[in-house]
């Protein structure tokens, strides 16, 4: 029924690659690259959206749980009970993992929409629960959590944009190879049949709620995996990491990609954050055009831009002159 | 004085209201069958059209809703027909689409008025009884609620309301029996826009106005139509208004912020213990 996702893209992707580690060399200032940094870490996030909601089809809209949960764990971590950050890292990458794995359980009897009111839910509850604490502040020096948020202690002192630049670039092409292994697996191909029909998933033979929960452990971890090296970045954790707005940027990504072909969603990521995030718009007309290009999307390409083109370019190929693309 | 009881007749009033807004989810759901997140954007704009026209010097509740209820239902018809009713079969478009016109909306409204609050003044009570002010928009809100709610109840068990059954029953049977499906879903989805709006007016006075403050009756109306349905108005009304009660006592023993965060665990709690209660209201067909 589709066809084969990854043909021409790796080479694509090694091009961009290259092209993306000589650019510091080319004279970028601190403020762009700290841009791109940023830009590389909302990828990996908008990839592991992708997992859950394009492979799985589970439509997930809180996903900045797991995002927030994670940098939170490292801050308050770091911060608070003063662990280095390598192991609040590894922490962290645990409880989100965790967190991934109770959405997962609560949400695998349910569909469709339901899913989507679910997670929708969770998120907003955690995003209103951390918006309100400030019960994390030490000695009352001042107030920590909420939207002022709580520092992520690094401890080490070498670290610089350059440093932080390519680790960050390091980290999404890894993470892009996991992803792509994770699509192109067994369990892939069964997350793939489970988006396409459950019933029929289920007769043959799949363990539905399993595979549900299982992908959301999966994006869960890749999702905390991109907090924790947010929180390293950024250096601070807020109440906005657990936000609606950052969920529905993951999906927002995902849809304009081609939900379910990983590279699309973390290709978008790559182009639309750097470009609103370097242009000095401000932040709530930045939601604003995200949401403007989602709703364009959603209309005219509802299988995403390039999964739509290809099936019109399909149906044209089989129709003869006579297919107009309906 | 008895500040509880002042807080129980309150959370009536604004129950009502949100009583309003559920029925018109619920009839979303029903006849246009699909979930639809962008209710509260809706709410929020009537809260900001009776907050304009305050401003204006223009501070009667009715030309508010009125105004409210003529913009809702224009804004309404132009989203279903140019986005909702096309991509009706994706379940993922729905949801995220709407979702993302909601955010649309409280990006717009945040930077035409601001991201902080603004409230309207709330006006001289009608009456206090045993120490408990009446207050004007509780009364005004109640009433226009009660009066709309009968109204939908009455059309949906008359013939004229036969064609809403109809669609929400078997949309291909509807339509072969002469019924303009799609005409009826634009109507019906600007129709439960304006009542959206028309709560959000009303309960403008009482809230205080802000770019999300759409989000927690979102959430209660979506409790509401989850455990109730589209014919059973009566249901969704006392439904609404113990909601609406309860999120006014846990505001008042607790924290405001409290009360969303407790709505929101309630409908968790729903949705994972009665996922079966939800497949009879939810879309016919299997995604």
Known sequence: ?326 | MNPLAQVLVDGIFTGASYALMAAGLALILGVVKVVNLSHGAFFTLGAYVAYVLESRGLGNPLAAVLMAAVIAFAFGVFLCKSFINPVRSHPFSVAVGSLGFAILFEQAAQMLWGPHTLSIDLGAPVAVVDGVTLRRWGVISFLVSLGLLGGLSLLLSRPWGLPLKLIAEDEEIAGSVGMDVEKIRYLTFGAASSVAAIAGALLAPAATITPTMGRVPLILSLIVVIASGMEKVWNIFFLAVGLGLLSNVSAYLFAPHWSYVLLLAVICLLLVFRPKGLAAAGPARDY
């Open chain 1, 1 to 326: 029924m589709k066809p084969p996702r990854f043909g021409k893209i790796p080479g694509v992707l090694v091009a961009g690659a290259g092209i993306l580690l000589l650019l510091p060399l080319a004279g970028l200032d601190v403020f762009l690259l700290d841009v791109l940094t940023i830009g590389f870490l909302t990828a990996v996030y908008a990839g592991s959206w992708d997992i859950v909601g394009g492979l799985a089809g589970q439509i997930s809209l809180g996903h900045a749980l797991f995002f927030g949960t994670a940098t939170y764990s490292c801050a308050l971590l770091t911060s608070l009970l003063g662990w280095p950050f390598p192991l609040a890292a590894g922490a962290a990458l645990l409880l989100s993992t965790a967190a991934g794995a109770a959405v997962g359980t609560l949400s695998a009897p349910l569909k469709g929409p339901f899913v989507a009111l679910l997670t929708l839910a969770l998120g907003e509850a955690a995003h209103e629960f951390f918006l309100g604490q400030t019960f994390f502040s030490p000695r009352g020096a001042y107030s920590w959590g909420g939207e002022g948020g709580i520092p992520v202690l690094l401890g080490i002192p070498w670290f610089s944009p350059w440093i932080a630049y390519y680790a960050a670039l390091a980290f999404l092409l890894l993470c892009t190879w996991i992803m792509l292994r994770i699509a192109r697996s067994e369990t892939g191909l069964i997350w793939t049949a489970l988006s396409g029909s459950e019933l029929s998933a289920r007769a043959s033979g799949v363990d539905i709620r399993r595979h549900k929960r299982l992908a959301f452990v999966a994006a869960a971890a890749l999702a905390g995996a991109a907090g924790v090296g947010f929180a390293a970045c950024v250096g601070r954790a807020t109440a906005d990491d657990f936000s609606l707005e950052l969920s529905f940027q993951a999906a927002t990504f995902a849809a304009v990609g081609g939900r379910g072909t990983i590279v699309g969603p973390i290709l978008a990521a790559l182009l639309f954050y750097p470009l609103l995030q370097g242009t000095g718009i401000p932040p709530a007309g930045r939601v604003l055009l995200y949401a403007l290009v989602l709703l364009f999307t959603l209309r005219f390409f509802p299988a995403g831009v390039a999964g739509t083109l290809r099936e019109r370019a399909r149906a044209r190929r089989m129709a003869g002159r006579k297919g107009d693309g309906r």
